[in-house]
């Protein structure tokens, strides 16, 4: 735009001389382009973005995981069935329940372990990771909400000119909110079945390998 200082070639000048230097002309703003330069909202809604598809990605990893981990546990499949936890009305635990049935259908390990009930980071993995898969969903919603969304201001629709908010962005900062809590709700419940192998109670199934010399087991 021509406007402020710059160091350029080693030296501070002028924008205006730095851009006659480089050959570039200035830059001429159109209607509204000024504000679409410092709206946050945009970038922040594309950041959010990144956000979710990484937490999408983090949560799908986990869950397979988990899977692995009720195997090692010997733990009991029946707080983790569909049927058990179709009485509740999340949407995001039914479907849980249902990918984790689902993984565990051939297994032999599950339901072998022969206590009457599993620790809470064992067997409530529906609920705990269901919070989770809402959580996401409700922050995705808002996210391409925003968007397909306008964020500039003012907006003009058939001729009329409206002064309105909608650079505003509080439904990506409470979605981001969420979803960090969210994050560190899977985090903990992550460390909690760590702990959780780390009991003889819980890891008896588990064979250790002898060490080899320059083998990584």
């Not at 306008?150 to 439904?171: K, L, R």
């Not at 588990?206 to 320059?214: D, K, N, Q, R, W």
């Amino acid at each position: 735009m021509g406007r402020g200082f710059v160091k350029y070639q080693g030296r501070v000048m002028t924008s205006a001389e730095a851009l006659k230097l480089a050959g570039l002309d200035e830059l001429r703003l159109s209607y509204k382009e000024a504000l679409s330069l410092i709206n946050g909202t945009s970038y922040s809604a594309a950041i959010a973005s990144l956000g979710i598809w990484d937490s999408y990605r983090l949560l799908k990893a986990a869950v397979a995981v988990m899977a692995l981990m009720i195997e090692t546990a010997r733990a009991g499949s029946a707080p983790l069935s569909v049927e058990a936890n179709s009485v509740k009305l999340h949407r995001g635990e039914l479907e849980v329940a249902k990918v984790i049935s689902e993984l565990l259908v051939d297994s032999r390990n599950v339901n072998t372990s022969g206590r009457v009930q599993d620790p809470y980071s064992i067997r409530c993995m529906p609920q705990v990771l269901g919070s989770v898969l809402d959580a996401l969903s409700w922050a995705l919603r808002n996210v391409l909400n925003e968007v397909n969304s306008v964020s500039d201001n003012p907006i003009i629709i058939n001729n009329s000119v409206y002064s309105t908010c909608h650079f505003h962005g509080q439904y990506i900062a409470l979605s981001t909110d969420l979803l960090s809590t969210s994050l560190a709700v899977l985090g903990n419940l992550i460390e909690r079945q760590i702990a959780q192998l780390l009991r003889r109670e819980i890891n008896a199934s588990i064979t250790i390998l002898p060490m080899v010399p320059g083998v990584l087991v």
